[in-house]
């Protein structure tokens, strides 16, 4: 099934030099599948929802979770 997503962009870049989209309902579905990792760009948190699929993702062990979580990253 397809799904259409409100996005937005400044056409600011990241270090690499890709154009940075902002697609917050995306980003819940995707963490909330376990497609996604939560991660700040340029100093801001995380958003809240993004946080909590990715969250309610690793307590389901969906998506890259399903083997469990880390504890930490070296």
Do not use: F
Request: aromatic share 6%.
């Amino acid at each position: 099934a397809s799904q259409e997503w409100a996005c937005t962009t400044d056409w600011s870049r990241d270090g690499y030099q890709r154009v940075l989209i902002n697609c917050p309902q995306l980003a819940v579905e995707m963490a909330k599948q376990g497609h996604a990792l939560a991660y700040s760009v340029d100093g801001e948190k995380a958003a809240p929802e993004v946080l909590a699929a990715q969250a309610d993702a690793m307590k389901n062990k969906r998506g890259m979770w399903a083997k469990g979580s880390t504890h930490g990253v070296i």
